[in-house]
């Protein structure tokens, strides 16, 4: 099978324009919002009981606050005990580094082959395309991940990759990249297919490639969530299992995974819990009849440092990455995931990508809120996501306070004539006799200012027209 090395097109600086077409696109819209609804609802079944939710939510927060209070030193300790129990730990600053990691694990391997499992860090990486480039091919093994890298696109959403797709559309694109395959629409049969395509790359592949959810410092254990098996296919019959994530996804002990799990399940699909939770703890032992005969980790950096310096940033990073912020969040919804250009989309994405590539290039998603506070309604372990996305505003915009470095990017929104606006604005308002006046002027000269003034009023109806257009529909 020759599946396509995914497009490269990460490039949050054509949000607004690729907002504007997804916007534009009633089938996208129609199609997200139906998802949507459906993961809104799936949740809601679980947490019903709102004391029930928020007594465990204020369980998991504390975990991943513990956690990141601690970072260092719970790197450490399962860097230690992840190597006695013979994985070999890689740290990677960036994509680069954690790119060449991998590389070098499949020349000794002597691998042309990746049978991957989800991973949002490997997209994170574009370790599928960093691969191709040198001739080893990485087959998704996720049936979204899947259908998306046939159609050489990206993830639309963390959990739910190919959400953005219909089953007819599916169907096409399996009829045409899938050899003796004939046109499908029906799930069960277009599932079938693709396990069947799967199945023998789980066999012919050296190497297995998997994310992970969260890793247990004392134990030196790797978890993993999954519905579909996948996971712990490519975890255990390749002979080698080369596992990435975040520096982030640490917790101390043990008895913390079960409440984030218990919150990941249920805020992602829905599900009290998943199909597989796979606990890894080593590569294949003397006598043991599977599990891969070699087991790497590669812990990414990628700009995770950053947020953990700034103690204002650092709730980021106590992310699960269970989507719920996305599948609730309004503007989401309607414009659905690769309009943002990043791994990461959403209100998760707006947060996390000003960190991993800097604030230069994805100064928009900040401001891709009404900051109506669905997300951190439902974040299940607590995090400010209003508050974090409002101090990325004033971090493309100003250069930092006293006492804080400098964010990658920091400032590279500001505008001279926006600062000048607000200097003169201050200066006004400390001398209310020249306010008052000044106001008065202003209201009489509003009538000759132009409708559309560029910048936000180019994408939003004014409140008097949207009002006059809701009123005309009420009559
Ligand atoms: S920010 Fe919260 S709601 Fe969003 S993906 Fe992360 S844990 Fe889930």
Known sequence: ??????????????????????????????????????????????????????????????????????????????????????????????????????????????????????SMVSEEIELNHRMAEEGIECVETDMGEYIVQLAGERPSHIIMPAIHKTRQQIGRLFAEKLPATGYTEDVDELIAIGRRVLREQFRDAPIGVSGVNFMIAETGTLALVENEGNGRMCTTVPEVHVAITGIEKVIEKLEHLFPLYALLTRSATGQAVSTYLNLITGPRREGELDGPRELHLVLLDNGRSQAFREAAFRPTLQCIRCGA?????????????????????????????????????????????????????????????????????????????????????QGSAKDWREALAWKAWAWLNERPRLYRPAVALARRLRGLAPRNQGGWTAHRTPLRLAAKGLRERLR
Not at 17 to 38: E, G, I, W, Y
Not at 333 to 348: F, H, N, Q, S, W
Not at 362 to 371: E, H, I, M, N, Y
Not at 392 to 408: I, N, V
Request: aromatic share 6%; net charge positive; proline share 7%.
């Open 325 to 409: 912020c996305m599948n609730h969040c309004p503007v989401y919804a309607r414009i659905g995931g690769l309009a943002y250009g990043t791994t990461y989309p959403g209100p998760i994405g707006s947060i996390v990508s000003p960190h991993l590539l800097g604030l230069e290039p994805t100064q928009d998603l900040p401001t891709a809120s009404s900051l109506c506070g669905a997300c951190a309604e439902v974040c299940p372990v607590g995090i400010p996501i209003p508050e974090l996305l409002v101090q990325l505003r004033r971090a493309a915009k100003h250069e930092p306070d006293p006492g804080h470095g400098p964010l990658a990017g």
């Open 1 to 118: 099978m020759n599946a396509a090395a995914p497009l490269h097109f990460v490039d949050p600086r054509r949000f607004k324009a690729s907002t504007q077409a997804a916007v534009a696109d009633a089938h996208l819209r129609a199609s997200f919002r139906q998802a949507m609804d459906f993961l809104q609802q799936r949740r809601a079944v679980h947490f019903g009981d709102r004391a029930g939710f928020e007594a465990l939510r204020a369980t998991g927060e504390a975990i991943r606050r513990h956690a990141l209070a601690n970072l260092p030193e719970l790197l450490e300790r399962l860097e230690t005990n992840l190597v006695a129990r013979g994985v070999q730990v890689h740290w990677a600053r960036d994509a680069a580094e954690a790119n060449a990691v991998f590389l070098a694990i499949a020349r000794a391997a002597g691998a042309t082959l990746m049978a991957k499992g989800k």
